[in-house]
């Protein structure tokens, strides 16, 4: 008997590492705990302001930053800006993660240090992809390092 490929897509590779999320809509983190949920290996942790983001990435060291743009404090645009040092000392990678289409704001975020963005509502395929790609440097690093 011969063996068919079937359809189904292997299990894609766990997600290891801390993910801070910057984002104030429930729903929103509730839909991107849920389809980060089967990486027993990610640890999600929340804030819901800009002002409290800077403060978790400096605190808790996370491996990848989940950013969404419209924070009720302040914009994306400035958590970036004031991350920047952080950023280009390979500390982490920032997701945006908006509604906006490509724009000037995302476009001016990217040119500060954001890695890549994603629009919103994404699915977990480009989601897992995404924070791959952003993970990846870290796990890269020997103990110590950054």
């Known amino acids: 008997m011969t063996h068919l490929p079937s359809g189904d897509k292997p299990a894609p590779a ?30 999600l942790i929340r804030a819901l302001t800009g002002d409290e983001g800077v403060s978790l990435a400096r605190s808790e060291h996370p491996d990848a930053i989940l950013l969404d743009m419209h924070l009720p404090d302040i914009s994306g645009i400035e958590v970036v800006r004031r ?6 000392a390979g500390a ?17 975020a990217m040119s500060l240090g954001a890695f ?16 791959g790609r952003a993970l990846a440097v870290k796990a890269r690093k020997k103990p110590g390092q950054g």
């Open 14 to 43: 766990t997600l290891q590492g801390t993910v801070l999320y910057i984002e104030d809509e429930p729903i929103s983190y509730a839909k991107v705990e849920a389809l980060l949920s089967e990486h027993s290996g990610l640890r």
């Open 83 to 88: 991350l920047s040092e952080d950023i280009a």
């Open 92 to 108: 982490f990678r920032v997701v945006l993660l908006t509604g906006d289409k490509l724009n000037i704001d995302v476009l001016k």
């Open 116 to 131: 890549e963005y994603l629009v919103k509502p994404t699915n977990r395929q480009a989601l897992e992809a995404s924070l």
